[in-house]
């Protein structure tokens, strides 16, 4: 009787032991919050030439994010003026909420964690950034254009990466895409 007695009272005192492991493990990790994902509905390249002359603007909407609406980019083809050097700003929005959500801010507030990366493809500009987030990485939410050859023509992506805890300021680098778009743009004179 007596290992039955001894036998019961270790189960209950190792019983007792996991539970305060336990209690005190989870008391002690709070949890990370959950960072969501934003909804990007919107993304506008507003592109300001320095020195003079006609303001460009891109503008990308995908009223349903990945749903089944087609995505509107407008114009069609964008036309810089060779030689010209543009000022880049982006905005970008979640347009499906009531008011609209202004989502720059909160890439502005994360910049430590999200890189754009500009990929240029059969056209002649040159891309340059010009903010940078608290460990000298840049950010791309200002950017400087500089168009080259006339009568080049191609495209210009324009990648999000959301990087936390990871970004180092290479293209794509590690991550997931917020949002990915393709403008086409031509150099006339």
């Known amino acids: 009787m007596k290992n039955n007695t001894n036998f019961v009272v270790n189960a209950i005192a190792y019983s007792c032991l996991l539970l305060f492991a336990s209690l005190f493990y989870s008391c002690s ?6 960072n969501e994902e934003e909804l990007i509905t919107t993304l506008i390249v507003d592109l300001t030439p320095t020195g003079g002359g006609d303001n460009v603007q891109l503008r990308f909407f995908d009223e349903d994010g990945d749903g089944a609406i087609d995505p509107i980019t407008t114009p069609l083809l964008a036309q810089l003026t060779t030689g010209k050097t543009y000022e880049a700003v982006l905005t970008l929005k ?3 909420a009531t008011p609209a959500e202004d ?19 059969g056209t002649d500009i040159t891309i340059g950034y010009n903010d940078e987030d608290s460990n000298g990485n840049p950010v791309g939410l200002s950017t400087t254009w500089t168009a080259g050859n006339a009568g080049s023509a ?9 990087q936390p805890g990871t970004k ?5 680098g590690s ?14 004179d």
């Open 168 to 172: 180092d300021g290479s293209c794509p």
């Open 103 to 121: 989502v720059t801010a909160e890439i502005e507030e994360e910049k430590n964690d999200h890189l754009f990366c500009f990929s240029v493809t």
């Open 175 to 188: 991550g997931d895409t917020d949002i990915e778009v393709t403008f086409n743009v031509q150099i006339v």
């Open 154 to 162: 191609g495209e210009v992506k324009i990648t999000l990466r959301h």
């Open 29 to 34: 990790e709070d949890p990370e919050p959950v």
């Open 94 to 96: 979640n347009e499906s």
